[in-house]
């Protein structure tokens, strides 16, 4: 984002906190100004909208490939002339070769943007030009003292996370849960944290014994959904999986070659791991257990030392083999053996930032669907890789449609509005639940909830224009006021004869769980037709509008808010979750009703 952008958010800012200004238009009751925006009914999300459709049999095969020297350094410079890569052995022309590197401390500073509790905003000072993190902590399968300890270490780490680097969270139980989607903020990311430690050490009972096979279901489940989650992000994306080890009914008797290519995860879509190679997903897996100690050295088992050690060690080999071999075949690597799990993310976060991508057009145009192995050497001796170590080339149309499909059946719908009329398809696909945000419309957004919580008694009906579900209705729930500052410079507005501006913008809020089923969602028209003098002041000093949602106050909910112009076809989007929302701050001059 320019100069510009900034100076455009801080007049947003100064709208959204000081009211007045451009906040009149909202307010006008006259022709030529904008009528209160009237809610209508939610819209529906088209299942399938916005899927990206990635071939089999597409010729150009990309690799992400992470180098470092023998003290675990980026090793940054590299050109294209220094990488022979090979595929099956026979050495193959690069297409095309490109350096990545992460926005510098100082960079992430220039454009740094403070804003004032409950203020949020799509605006990125921080474009997404490099590789983004994912932090996964698998409930199912760490011991709750690890638990505990692997968030204070995730605590330490946000404390210290430097400027400008893109993180996500998630947390694996007994369903996939965001914990936090993409930012580069820091004190998001903190928050996140704590209130995810806050929520309580995850069930781990499904470790062992009869409930593994159910664990297994559970952890490809959530993986699906991570990786159709990440295809959307573009570049290079380092999962940390905080995990204990690899179930081994997952892959049979043995890991075996775990992340096979598009084609297999097109053939049978339980191969969870397909997805990630998909998104360009480079798996860490960091065993959350930190540094161990065989049972041998305890005195309980003083009398069967050697046999105890014994077990233990030969157990450690397998589950840190397994970590391994999932780390090569996708690009990451493997961490056990530690109790450094905050320097394990920042090592991470450091050398997965800097990587080159490789690009190729096979020597060998038989897409039979066998295994291809990769190897890449590099001219200079004594450096270490990190690469996908093959793919599957193979090209079933039949399979793809399948897949395809699936994933549209995955989609969620919102409730079925009264009036029949659907959000367009691009608009549709902005609204789902960590979705990539557009950012074609820049706005503000301050969002104030109400003190006081609302319910509703037996046959008693919601509010005319709250669409929230009857029982969290009756559970409780709290009304919030969001303000829109939205900078209307990018929008497309149409002069006529008359010196009057016409145009139309269309405001959508969705409220989802954290499963990402919608709880509540609802659409606002907001005609804009203005004279020439209101035009020109709108263009200097944004527009203000508001709008209202009902939010149930018991459970993890976020917040996806949409600003999209209509005449124009752009769009802005923003994702809260809203547990980062305050309650009892003073309501905003620019959020109070005239």
Known sequence: ????????????????????????????????????????????????????????????????????????????????????LLEDGVPQVLSSFQEHHPITVEQAAKTAVKLPPNHFTNYDPVPNESAATVIL?????????????????????????????????????????????????????????????????????????????????????????????????????????????????????????????????????????????????????????????????????????????????????????????????????????????????????????????????????????????????????????????GYYARNDEVAESRHMAQLQNHRRRLPMPTDGKSLPPTLSAAMMMGAPAPKDIIFLANVTPAIEVSKVKGDETLPKGNYLDKKYGRSGYRDYEIHYSVDTQTMQLTPTPDLNYHGRMELVVVVYDDMGQVVNSKATQVPLDVDEASYHHMMRSGLGVDQSIAIPVKGNYFLRMGVYDVSGNKIGTLEVPVDQIKLGLPQSAAVAKP
Not at 7 to 12: A, D, I, T, W
Not at 52 to 78: E, F, M, P, Q, Y
Not at 332 to 360: H, P, Q, R, W
């Open 137 to 389: 902590m698998d409930a199912l399968d760490t011991p709750a003292a690890a638990q505990m300890y692997l968030r204070e270490q995730l605590i330490a780490y946000m404390k210290t996370v430097p400027a400008g680097r893109k993180i996500a969270i998630f947390q694996l139980g007994m369903q996939m849960r965001m914990v936090q989607g993409f930012t580069s903020d820091p004190d998001l990311l903190l928050r996140a944290v704590e209130s995810s430690k806050r929520d309580g050490i995850q069930s781990s009972l499904l470790l062992n014994g009869p409930y593994l096979q159910l664990r297994q279901q559970h952890l490809i489940e959530g993986m699906q959904q991570l990786g159709r989650y990440l295809a959307g992000y573009p570049g290079r994306k380092n999962l940390i999986w905080f995990t204990a080890r690899v179930p081994y009914a997952v892959y049979g008797g043995g890991i075996g070659n775990p992340f096979p290519d598009m084609t297999s995860f097109i053939d049978d879509f339980s191969k969870t791991t397909d997805v990630l190679t998909l998104s360009r997903v480079a798996v860490y897996p960091v065993d959350s257990r930190g540094l161990q100690s065989g049972p041998g050295f305890s005195a309980a088992n003083a009398g069967n030392n050697a046999g105890s050690i014994g077990r233990f060690e030969t157990r450690q080999f397998y589950q840190h083999g397994d970590l391994d071999d999932v780390a090569e075949a996708t690009g990451g690597k493997a961490f056990y053996n530690t109790n450094g799990l905050k320097d394990a993310i920042a090592e991470v976060v450091d050398t997965g930032s800097n990587y080159y991508t490789l690009s190729y057009n096979p020597s060998n145009h038989d897409w039979d669907g066998s295994y291809r192995k990769l190897q890449v050497k590099l001219a200079e001796q004594g450096l270490h890789l990190e690469y996908r170590r």
């Open 1 to 84: 984002m320019k100069r510009s952008s900034v100076r455009v958010l801080g007049s947003l800012l100064a709208l959204s906190c000081a009211g007045g200004g451009g906040v009149l238009l909202a307010q006008q009751a006259s022709p030529a100004g904008v009528p209160n925006p009237g809610a209508v009914p939610p819209a529906l999300l088209q299942p399938g909208d916005g899927v990206i459709t990635l071939r089999a049999r597409a010729r150009l095969v990309l690799l992400d490939v992470v180098v470092t020297n023998g003290k675990g350094k980026s090793v940054v410079g590299l050109t294209g002339a220094d990488f022979t």
